[in-house]
């Protein structure tokens, strides 16, 4: 069926490190991609968003990449912070079918 | 701007019992969906609504039913509980481009089901 998968399920970083958290997307069709962060016990987070027209696209401390050729998708996170200790999910969309794909999720680990 | 709003936060019902949940999207939004979240299956796509009706559906038992009303706020409910419908409930909801194209979907804070 169709999935979302990540290549690492827990990622630890020092404070200030460069983070990249990866994703392999399954459904060639889907044309919409989000990176969401979820903190425990609170719904997912929206981070940022990138349309299938796009291969890069930049937000405050984070970067999501597109590589349709080999439906990867990957979210780099500028100066890690431990605030941003989550847990990091990507999704996929497509204009056809209103809802969203979620990959399994990513924790990240920030140390002080 | 509110946020996409969801009551209860919590919830405890008995296996058999029926449950309500609500979500209120955020103002200007007409697109509702609703996702189940479990540790063991992650985030699963349950239905999604458009201007009261409902566009797609996820791949969940008749159990699972949802509706919108005409100010797009959102209600879905789950009959003859069972032990494994225990999740946190979500709610996004979605603006839309002139082709109808969903984007920017924003999550409430969920309702927590517990079923005993």
């Known amino acids: 069926g169709e999935s979302v998968g990540l290549h690492l399920p827990t990622l630890s970083v020092q404070e200030g490190d460069n983070s990249i958290i990866n994703c392999a997307y399954s459904?060639?069709?889907?044309?919409?991609f989000i990176w969401y962060k979820q903190e425990s016990g609170k719904g997912p987070q929206f981070i940022i968003d990138i349309r299938s027209n796009m291969d890069k696209r930049q937000g405050q401390r984070v970067t999501v990449l597109l590589n349709k050729t080999v439906k990867h998708l990957s979210l780099q996170i500028a100066a890690t912070q431990p605030g941003d200790s989550a847990v990091y999910f990507c999704a996929e969309g497509s204009r056809g079918f209103q809802k969203l794909v979620f990959g399994t999720g990513t924790r990240l680990l920030v140390s002080p | 701007k509110a946020g996409v709003t969801q009551t209860p936060r919590y919830l405890i019902k008995t296996r058999g019992q029926q449950v309500t949940l609500s979500c209120s999207p955020i103002s200007g939004h007409r697109s509702v969906s609703w996702y189940q979240q479990t540790p063991g299956q992650g985030l699963q796509f349950l239905f999604e609504y458009f201007s009261e009706t409902q566009r797609n559906k996820g791949n969940f038992p008749g159990r699972f039913s949802g509706r919108q009303f005409s100010n797009s706020r959102s209600e879905m409910n789950v009959s003859t509980l069972e032990l494994g419908d225990s999740a946190l409930y979500l709610c996004?909801?979605?603006?839309?481009?002139?082709?109808?194209?969903?984007?920017?979907?924003?999550f409430g804070s969920g309702t927590r089901l517990t079923v005993v």
């Open positions: 996004a909801s979605s603006r839309h481009d002139a082709g109808g194209y969903g984007y920017g979907y924003t």
């Open positions: 459904n060639s069709a889907s044309d919409y």
